[in-house]
């Protein structure tokens, strides 16, 4: 649950971050049932999570964390946690739907990964988008209920370390559709808003995700930059860059701990809001 130190040094773009911090991303399975027209939360949900500084995605059950007991051993959990392998880069925002596909951020590769959790996590992860420009620092995912899913960017890499423009958009709303809905959606359940019932698989083939197309022909601000032919990361390339001669090294050790300090604070009022 903890910060893995090879990973703390990473860069997003030409911001080299430097700091070890702990759990960031958290999603929650789909574990939802009707009984008397009512939506009943299942004990049995896993909660995702992954430290900001590991490149490892884990979960725990939920019926474990509220097992008083465990309160007693100050939160000895290491027997319940599973590890399902590495992603191919550090991760901040994550949110899973209601067909069990997890969606998270790949910060040092500006891009989005999608998995569905029904297949391995190594083989199963794919990158769905990438862009330098709009998609540095994905930071968080959501639903609606017509199966968009939106993303904020923030550039949170450069106002930590002092170096965001006034003079260009930072803050961006992106959505595509992917057929998903909030992992607090039921399909069985008929809810009264709703306009139209559909049915819908309980799987996502690759074919049916498209791949987000950040930016318009009709704003300057948003028009999207030629992709240049890259070949798509693996998590063991991308633990490459973590260590090694690419690695950055901090500037200061008080740098290192004024940046590690003002991130633990935003991240904790952005879990918070959500």
């Known amino acids: 649950m903890r910060a893995d130190p090879r990973a703390a040094y990473f860069r997003v773009n030409d911001v080299s971050i430097s700091a070890s911090l702990n759990i960031a991303s958290l999603a929650l399975s789909p574990r939802i049932k009707n ?76 891009g989005i990964a999608r998995w569905d959790s029904g297949t391995p996590f190594q083989t199963g992860q794919k990158m769905i988008a990438k862009d330098e420009r709009y998609l540095e620092w994905v930071n968080s995912f959501a639903f609606d209920d017509q199966g968009n899913l939106t993303i904020l960017v923030n550039r949170l890499n450069r106002f930590i370390y002092q170096k965001l423009s006034i003079n260009e958009p930072n803050f961006r ?59 798509e990361p693996t998590p063991e390339s991308s633990m490459g860059q973590t260590n090694g001669s690419t690695t950055p090294k901090p500037s200061s050790a008080a740098a290192e701990k004024a940046a590690t300090a003002l991130i633990s604070l935003l991240i904790a009022g952005m879990l918070l809001v959500v």
């Open 35 to 110: 009984s008397n027209d009512k939506i009943i939360v299942n004990d049995e949900r896993e909660v995702f999570y992954s430290p900001l500084s590991s490149l490892h995605l884990y979960s725990i059950n939920s019926s474990v964390l509220k097992n008083e007991q465990f309160a007693a051993t100050l939160g000895e959990f290491q027997g319940n946690v599973k590890d399902y392998g590495t992603k191919a880069s550090q991760s901040v925002g994550m949110v899973m739907d209601n067909q069990g596909v997890l969606y998270y951020s790949l910060l040092a590769l500006n």
């Open 173 to 231: 709303l992106i959505a595509s559709n992917v057929g998903g809905k909030s992992y607090l959606y039921d399909e069985s359940y008929n809810y009264e808003s709703s306009q139209t019932s559909e049915a819908s698989s309980t799987t996502t083939t690759e074919k049916e995700v498209p791949v987000l197309k950040p930016g318009t022909d009709q704003d300057p601000y948003l028009s999207p930059q030629p992709a240049e032919p890259q070949a």
